[in-house]
């Protein structure tokens, strides 16, 4: 006969090695779902939009009209503003900005196409005049005139400025200033168009003149009269170049961090510059009519009109950078900062002769990017 016969050490043996299993089991459990937890908590968004503002200050020098009496008088007493100073263009522009840019899941690949937009808009209208009191003999008669000379300018300026970039970029990881920092090398092309539309509109009136006495002199005097609209554009289109560096330096990226964002970048555009319009000047001699001096009429008068067309190839070097501070929250940032965008020679801004100027725009941004996907 046999007997099966189990111990109460062996029932404790086997209550030991379940607890172990099941211990096992939970650690393994728990270890899987925290590494899946921190997988998802890490995980980045694949599509980043981005959308913003800027005000700019303008780097932009252009011709102003001058016929020839204009440049005469600038040292009038009636000239308190020099007429080329009014026609100057706008020193600040407002625009808005935009990019979106994808980061396939597993690369350190970042595809981005961006644009931005400005619009500057200036108008002025400043009348200059000088009168003097003058004691008139005339017919045994003394009588006292105001003798008055004038300019007379009105200026406008409309101008827009669009600058693309479509780039392709690589996630270096340097870490030069931190284990957290993310450097990023970008090769793509810039596409840029500058615009400007420049109206102006002179009279002046710079010598009326009334003699003390009729007898032997009688009062004349030259009116002139000038327009101009000129329309001077660039657009072009090349290689760029970017570096661009972000470190954080408060927080985390899952309870919100503060990092301190930089970049530098540089392109060469292949474009055309256009000058086109057409200006205007005319001017007249008035003597008295009879004896009395009862009205004048034109004794000699003058007109002349000139179009402007001219276009031309130009390579045109640019180079920027900017600097700030982006606060950011899981899958949302917030960047404020300050950029600079310079073009050697983009524009003709002369007028009947090629004069080339540089287009400089630089001043603060501010943007809000929202991540999808990840």
Known sequence: MSELITSPGARQDIRWQLLATASALALCGTTFTSGAA???????????????????????????????????????????VSPLDIQRPPSHAFGGEGKISFEPAGTDWIFSAGLRYGRSNSSKDVHQQTATQ?????????????VPHFDDTVSAHHGSHAIADFTAGKDVGLGLFGHDSHSTISFGVRYAQFHDNATAVLRSGPDLFFPTNRKYEKPRHHQYYAHSVIEHSFSGIGPSLSVANSTPFVGNEEHGEIALDWGANAALLFGRQKVRGTHETSG?????????????????????????????????????????LTFQRADAKLKFGYRA??????????????????????????????????
């Not at 009496?69 to 600038?74: G, K, S, W």
Request: charged share 10%; net charge neutral.
């Open 38 to 80: 921190n997988a998802q908590s890490t995980s980045r968004p694949t599509v980043w939009i981005e959308v913003g503002g800027q005000m700019e200050q303008l780097q932009n020098s252009q011709e102003a009209f001058a016929p020839p009496f204009t440049l005469a008088h600038l040292d009038a007493p009636f000239n308190f």
């Open 134 to 146: 003058k004691r008139v003999h005339f017919q045994s008669i003394f009588y006292t005139t105001s």
């Open 284 to 324: 007249m001699y008035f003597k008295p009519i009879g004896c009395c001096a009862t009205g004048f009429l034109p004794d000699a008068q003058y007109a002349t009109s000139t179009n402007v067309n001219r276009s031309r190839g130009v390579i045109i070097p640019n180079i920027g950078g900017f600097v700030g």
């Open 341 to 374: 965008d310079f073009f050697f020679g983009a524009m003709d801004g002369g007028i009947d002769a090629r004069r080339t100027s540089n287009v400089g725009f630089y001043g603060p941004f501010a943007t809000i990017s929202i991540g999808l996907g990840g």
